[in-house]
């Protein structure tokens, strides 16, 4: 089955700065990589998917990128902001066959004012 | 418009009890998932139901757990004679289908005593 590695597992940056979080999958089949924003006590928020047709996808200060090839792919927020601060879960998917999720063990990142 | 729905929101019982956790889909979804989430994990995948299909059962853990999901709609996750590493949070989404989006109810945070 599909393994997922994320990281780093905690990420402090100052405001203003950018962070990067890095996954990595072993399906080569995997062709759907969303990612996840989880606030304390809520349900996880999908805040960008990409789909492996496509290399980059960019949302105003948010952007993922993808490397079939290599297998990993990364998330990068621009200009951060102290709400930017939640832990946030990478996961892959073969929409082929099975439709479940595999997630990451998740970031926590903290955007220091 | 209005997001998964799944309550109760905390349940606390005994070691040995059984529990049911209820997830109400957003409207129009035919496609539901279980999910849980041990304190500091990322999300495992349960079970996925999608419209009148056999759902996919491969993520239960044990034959104490249990899902349904009547009329399409509304599910159920059942877990019998509790034990203490069932303690965590079951989150259900709902996508359009398997092959869209999926979205997260608030979970139940269950402990078991």
């Known amino acids: 089955g599909e393994n997922v590695e994320q990281h780093p597992s905690t990420l ?102 | ?29 035919t496609a539901l998932y279980w999910y849980r989430q041990s304190l500091g994990q990322g999300l495992e995948f349960l079970i996925y139901f999608q419209g009148n299909s056999a759902p996919d059962k491969s993520g239960l853990p044990s034959d104490r757990f249990s899902a349904e999901r009547t009329g399409g709609s509304v599910s159920t996750l059942t877990i019998q004679r509790t034990q203490q590493e069932d303690s965590a949070v079951y989150l259900c989404a709902s996508s359009q289908g398997g092959n869209h989006e999926q979205y997260f109810g608030p979970g139940t945070r269950l402990t078991v005593t």
């Open chain 2, 1 to 29: 418009g209005a997001g998964v729905s799944q309550s109760p929101s905390n349940k606390v019982t005994e070691k040995g009890k059984d529990v049911e956790l209820r997830c109400d889909p957003i409207s129009g979804h």
């Open chain 1, 12 to 113: 402090s940056v100052q405001e203003g700065d950018s962070a990067v979080i890095k996954c990595t999958y072993s399906d080569s089949a995997s062709n759907y990589f969303p990612w996840y924003k989880q606030e304390l006590g809520k349900g996880p928020q999908l805040i960008i998917d990409i789909r492996s047709n496509v290399g980059e996808k960019k949302d105003q200060r948010i952007a993922v990128t993808l490397n079939k090839t290599a297998k990993h792919f990364s998330l990068h927020i621009t200009e951060t902001q102290p709400e930017d601060s939640a832990v946030y879960f990478c996961a892959a998917s073969n929409r082929g066959s099975a439709r479940q999720l595999t997630f990451g063990s998740g970031t926590q990142l903290t955007v220091l004012p």
